[in-house]
């Protein structure tokens, strides 16, 4: 929900040391990662829809989870809060960690607040939200502007854990709201906010969500959203247009209600009316006007409107928009809706056609952030400005969750037509050039991406872009197996829970047969993994034709940066106008200063598995040309 500010605290405060003893109580199994990616963001069900702890539905009857019903405590605080309750979680964060930028976008969340309470924190917790950051102290409580661009940083060792519960409101909690502080601005009185100590023996009594999504959104909700989307608005010569045929679809929208208002039997009309206003508008340029939190105008009013305006039973529940991809500082990734889709009505933009994309294949620590930092700044190329996990994983079907654990391999015969159309169009909506700016809607443009799951996606990707070209990216197998465990021990890079695994939470990428590796030594579990994803990228690459992939040795590359960018921006078919210095800056997920004999630290892991692997690592680096 939009605030006029930031943060608000509330004068309310709790007991964190009972609340964490509730929270320990509860089994680790019952803890999720957040998304696919899971790199240190976990989170507990307390709220959902009909209670189901694995709910990550925002519309439908909201009610306590079992997690819920043993922490008595936990419902005495949302009860002291004093409001009707939507969907409530634990959001655990590790230390190192955070909870990538992004702007609460959906439908859900237009009006409703999301209640922090912190129950373990540290002063190396940062908050920011907009321009303002804060440290949440344990057991107090706040609220928080969603609709500004936000983030979480963990730069402390510890975990965080904080109750995080979304609300409409209610008459104690607009109370306690009339009374609350923000950051940096002055309050009139004395602040004392008011202890609620947890009470032995009590039942909370609470009240929960039973509608929130309508059947048929009413005329006067409709203008309500349009009015506020296009105050938001950057200022654009479109929007008096754009303004116009919003303010017809509204009439009309007004007549229809007026004679069918929820009956079935007008539907056929709403949907009519729906479709024929978005042609108009994306006729208009709607699709290419920005809104001032950095989110695209027409994504937004998809998901406030026009996917919500009438409902649908065939389409997929309202989801989290934290499994899809967010929102980067800087980079100004906009989203995925989250918000659900009509069959046979996309709510995308309509984007450029991708042309020869070309994807960077590795196994993970190869190097493959530093070498795609380096050739998206070449002019004409847009990336997505991060990997590509929750866009492709996102894709209903195709997360290793929905296909039993296998692996993250796909093959041609999972690239669907509406794998292929959804697909596309995510990557299309994504992207940006380098100096942040997106492609013109009817411009073919060059997309360049990198992932290491993709490693195990060759045939896959090339379905969906029949034009595809790879970029092999070898490194000396030591340096890699050395990088590989200690990102397995730092944590940064976990990826799975998975069923019956007995080792550290599954990092990197999933490869087939994983299963075998279960109590193994890391140094074996690492090694495999690079021999699995290796052997596999490179059958898949020399099937396809010599002119669709090209080389190239990450120690070469840093010798030469700049003959190497060059050399591969002429294959790639893209110009090439900057001077790289001799030396590289470091890459955003390097865990430690650089050193081609780091991996010794590992040696008594490594060495005694290179004879056992000899053939594929001689195979990789005669791939490379070495």
Not at 13 to 20: I, R, S, V
Not at 217 to 236: I, K, N, Q, T, Y
């Amino acid at each position: 929900m939009k605030l006029q500010v930031p943060f608000i605290q509330l004068p309310i405060t709790f007991d964190a040391a009972a609340l964490l003893a509730e929270v320990s109580a509860i089994e680790e199994s019952a803890w999720r990662g957040r998304t696919s990616r899971d790199d240190g963001n976990s989170a507990l069900t307390l709220i959902t829809t009909e209670g189901d702890p694995a709910s990550d539905a925002l519309s439908g009857r909201m009610r306590p989870t079992p997690w819920l019903e043993r922490c008595p405590y936990l419902g005495q605080v949302l009860e002291a809060i004093g409001a009707t309750w939507g969907r409530a979680r634990l959001m655990r964060l590790n230390g190192q960690a955070e909870v990538k930028a992004h702007v609460d976008i959906n439908y859900y969340w237009r009006e409703r607040m999301r209640v922090h309470v912190p129950i373990v924190t540290t002063p190396g917790v940062r908050f920011q939200c907009g321009d303002a950051e804060i440290n949440m102290g344990a057991g107090e409580c706040w609220i928080f502007d969603t609709w500004r661009r936000h983030r979480v940083l963990n730069e402390g060792s510890a975990q965080r854990i904080h109750l995080v519960a979304d609300t409409v409101g209610g008459e104690r909690f607009w109370d306690l709201l009339s009374e609350g502080r923000a950051p940096g601005q002055a309050y009139h009185g004395e602040w004392r906010p008011r202890l609620h100590p947890a009470v032995a023996g009590k039942q909370a009594k609470l009240d929960f969500e039973q509608v929130n999504a309508p059947a048929v959104m009413s005329p006067w909700e409709v203008r309500e959203h349009m009015v506020f989307l296009l105050g938001e608005c950057v200022a654009d010569p479109r929007l008096g247009a754009i303004q116009a045929a919003l303010l017809r679809f509204s009439r009309r929208w007004q007549a229809l209600w007026a004679c069918h208002g929820e009956d079935a039997a007008g539907r056929p009309r709403y949907q009519a009316l729906l479709d024929a206003t978005r042609r108009e508008l994306l006729g208009l340029g709607a699709d290419r006007i920005d809104l001032r939190n950095d989110v695209g105008f027409w994504h937004a009013l998809n998901s406030h409107v026009f996917d919500m305006a009438l409902s649908d039973e065939s389409r997929p529940a309202q989801t989290d928009v934290h499994g899809q991809p967010e929102v980067h500082a800087g980079a100004v990734v906009v989203p995925e809706p989250a918000a659900p889709k009509r069959s046979g009505v996309s709510s995308s933009r309509v984007g450029p056609a991708l042309e020869r994309p070309v994807f960077i294949v590795s196994p993970p620590r190869s190097g493959s952030t530093l070498l795609f930092e380096t050739l998206a700044g070449a002019p004409q190329v847009y990336t997505i400005g991060d990997e590509s996990h929750q866009l492709i994983e996102g894709v209903d079907g195709l997360s290793p969750a929905q296909r039993d654990y296998h692996s993250n391999q796909l093959g041609a015969d999972d690239a669907t037509l509406a794998v292929v159309q959804e697909l596309q169009s995510r990557f299309r909506n994504a992207l940006r050039d380098r100096e942040g700016r997106v492609p013109e809607r009817e411009s073919a443009v060059r997309m360049l991406e990198k992932t290491p799951k993709n490693a195990l996606r060759i045939p896959f990707l090339k379905a969906v872009f029949p034009d595809a070209k790879f970029i092999y990216l070898h490194r000396d197998p030591r340096q890699v197996w050395g990088s590989m465990i200690d990102g397995w021990m730092s944590g940064r890079f976990r990826m799975y829970t998975l069923p019956g695994w007995q080792g550290p939470t599954w990092s990197f990428l999933l490869t087939p047969g994983w299963q075998a590796l279960n109590g193994q030594p890391l140094g074996e579990i690492v090694a495999r993994q690079w021999e699995t994803a290796t052997r596999i990228m490179l059958d898949d690459l020399q099937a396809l034709p010599a002119d669709d992939w090209a080389s190239i040795d990450y120690g070469r590359f840093l010798a030469d940066p700049q003959g190497e960018a060059l050399r591969l921006s002429a294959w790639a078919g893209w110009p090439w106008d900057r001077e790289l210095g001799a030396r590289l800056p470091l890459s955003r997920y390097t865990l430690s200063q650089p050193d081609p004999d780091k991996w010794r630290r590992h040696a008594a892991e490594i060495e005694p598995r290179l004879a056992q692997w000899r053939a594929t690592l001689d195979r990789a680096a005669r791939a490379a040309g070495l």
